[in-house]
């Protein structure tokens, strides 16, 4: 298995997705499904090598649980956030307009 680190434009997207769903975890089949395509898509444009597991639909619910628990302070979802979701979700309280812009530059070059 291929283990891809997050990057901060990634986790905005999913932060976006998230907070767009209402703080729900069960985000459409068809969200996972166009997030999974943008990130393979970064991915390829990146050079980066990934494998089928690749930010796939099971990932990324763990991923969300993991968003979920840093937005709740803990109260709920999967202890085991990144440093980097927890540095997220600080640039979406603190500096919303750079957020937004990273959000918009990775659905620009990303968007399928």
Same mark, same amino acid.
Request: charged share 20%; net charge negative.
């Given at each position: 298995m291929i283990k891809v680190k997050w990057e901060l434009e990634e986790a $905005? $997207? /999913? #932060? !976006? =997705? %998230?907070? +767009?769903? *209402? *703080?729900? /975890?069960? /985000?459409? &089949? !068809?969200? #996972? *499904?166009? /997030?999974? !395509?943008? %990130?393979?898509k970064r991915a390829q444009d990146n050079g980066i090598i990934i494998d089928e597991k690749f930010r796939n639909l099971s990932g990324l619910k763990i991923q969300l649980a993991c968003i979920h628990y840093v937005v709740t302070s803990g109260k709920e979802g999967m202890s085991n956030a990144s440093k980097l979701f927890y540095d997220t979700y600080e640039l979406y309280k603190n !500096? =919303? &307009? +750079? #957020?937004?812009?990273i959000l918009k530059e990775f659905y620009r070059k990303y968007s399928i």
């Open positions: $905005v $997207v /999913l #932060f !976006d =997705a %998230y907070f +767009k769903n *209402g *703080g729900n /975890l069960n /985000l459409s &089949e !068809d969200t #996972f *499904g166009s /997030l999974t !395509d943008m %990130y393979i !500096d =919303a &307009e +750079k #957020f937004q812009q």
